[in-house]
């Protein structure tokens, strides 16, 4: 079965930096992609950033280009989300998704559709304090 796990959350000051940590395993197919979605108390669910396992793709909310990256490590299959220049905004549970669509036979793109995510691990909590 494929699991995730997030990690990596904790309290940092605005304007810090967090490196949150995605270990993903069995998966028993080649291509699929990993979604980071972050969840605020009273908010929807929204998607942060992804990325494509084979080709590297990567994704971003309006919200977090050029303060968020993305990044992948096939040898150790962890999806790494770089936080930096946090904002108290970005308080949120963290959640990292798999979205195996090659083989649901569709293109990947709506990477922010969380329906369209197959499996979801626990969210790891960050909090951005002002």
């Known amino acids: 079965d494929v699991q995730l796990q997030a990690s990596g959350g904790g309290l940092v000051q605005a304007g810090g930096s967090l490196r949150l940590s995605c270990a993903a395993s069995?998966?028993?197919?080649?291509?699929?992609?990993i979604g980071w979605f972050r969840q605020a108390p009273g908010k929807e669910r929204e998607g942060v950033s992804s990325?494509?396992?084979?080709?590297?793709?990567?994704y971003y909310a309006n919200s977090v280009k050029g303060r968020f990256t993305i990044s992948i490590d096939h040898a150790k299959n962890m999806v790494y989300l770089q936080m930096d220049s946090l904002k108290p905004e970005d308080t949120a549970v963290y959640y990292c998704?798999?979205?195996?669509?090659?083989?649901?036979?569709?293109?990947?793109?709506?990477?922010?559709?969380?329906?369209?995510?197959?499996?979801w691990g626990k969210g790891t909590q960050v909090t951005v304090s002002s």
């Open positions: 990325i494509t396992r084979n080709d590297g793709r990567t």
């Open positions: 069995g998966f028993t197919f080649d291509d699929y992609a």
């Open positions: 998704a798999a979205d195996a669509y090659p083989l649901k036979g569709l293109g990947y793109s709506t990477p922010f559709r969380a329906d369209d995510y197959d499996w």
